[in-house]
């Protein structure tokens, strides 16, 4: 599949790219996709919540009432869980929910979202370019001229570069990151991807294995 080279005024090059079959033409596997997002939003969890069993509360163990007669439940001091601020019956504990998926599979999936974005033609190759300064008006400028403004954008970049980074910060629907980090969940979640000629070289060595 080739696609035409353009600069950041929305203009051909006269060049183009061939992206790679085994990458961005592969029949997608849903199931791998799924697994892949599934693992990354897992990673996200900070799996901190916590809450205080019986045990755990500060009060007195004097048993507050007879053991029968009363008229409702039986409980013992004022840490039970049948009170009104006694402790948590099967709370949630400190936990990570992170799990491993092997990297053939991670790498699939990558391949497969690849897939889906080239299939729907939403891939866009410019040269690769910088800015002087940050601005993040510059960065729309660009958007608006790959005819890609109000979409979610995923913006790859073959090195760090912190004046595009900043740039494209302050922009809900705009994200740029390095094609060494390229995840299965951030292609699938955008819209559009524009993706610099020395990204396609990265992508290609690191999932053409």
Same mark, same amino acid.
């Given at each position: ?12 090059? *006269? /060049? ?12 997608? $596997?849903?199931? %791998? &996709?799924? @697994? ?16 205080k069993e019986r ?31 006694? *402790? /948590? ?12 998926? $092997?990297?053939? %599979? &991670?790498? @699939? ?11 729907e033609n939403a ?87």
């Open positions: 599949m080739e696609i035409n080279v353009l600069n950041i005024n929305g203009q051909e090059t *006269g /060049r183009k790219v061939t992206l790679n079959e085994s990458i961005f033409g592969i029949e997608p $596997n849903d199931h %791998v &996709i799924y @697994l892949d997002v599934k693992r990354y939003l897992a990673d996200q969890r900070q799996g901190t919540a916590k809450a045990s755990e509360h500060a009060g007195s163990t004097r048993k507050l009432g007879r053991q029968k007669g009363g008229g409702g439940a039986r409980h013992g001091d004022i840490n039970s869980p049948l009170l009104r601020g006694g *402790g /948590r019956v099967f709370g949630p504990k400190p936990r990570d929910y992170r799990f491993k998926l $092997n990297k053939k %599979v &991670i790498a @699939l999936a990558r391949r497969s979202a690849l897939s889906y974005k080239a299939q891939i866009i190759v410019v040269e690769d370019f910088n800015f002087e300064a940050p601005k993040t008006k510059e960065f729309l400028a660009v958007a608006k001229n790959l005819k890609v403004e109000g979409k979610k954008l995923l913006m790859v970049l073959p090195e760090s570069n912190k004046n595009v980074y900043l740039s494209a910060r302050n922009l809900q629907k705009s994200e740029v990151i390095l094609a060494a980090n390229l995840n299965t969940y951030k292609v699938l979640n955008a819209d559009v991807m524009v993706i610099t000629e020395n990204s396609l070289k990265t992508i290609d060595s690191i999932l053409n294995k």
